[in-house]
């Protein structure tokens, strides 16, 4: 067998673990969270929610800012799930 034609399982190996650090970091950039409809009215009246969405069932939103956290620039966006 000539030596280009030979696989290399480390390189696979490596692979394969790249691919999941960047599917885990895909993941934690989606993250959701549930919370009372009151608290999506809390966050209307102060201007924090960039977008919403409403289905039959549920109100998806996008807030400026994480749930629970306090304004500071530079602040990530998340989409959380309104009940």
């Known amino acids: 067998m000539d030596p280009k034609q030979k696989f290399n399982y480390l390189y696979a190996i490596i692979a394969s673990f790249g691919i999941l650090f960047l599917h885990e970091l895909w993941a934690k950039q ?9 608290e ?19 109100i998806f939103g996008e807030l400026t800012l994480p749930v629970g956290q306090r304004d500071s620039p530079g602040a990530e966006r998340r989409r959380d799930v309104f009940l």
Not at 30 to 38: D, K
Not at 40 to 58: P, S
């Open 30 to 38: 989606q993250t959701v969270a549930v919370v009372p409809y009151s």
């Open 40 to 58: 999506l009215e809390q966050q209307l009246k102060e201007g924090k929610v960039a977008a919403l969405t409403i289905r039959e069932q549920q």
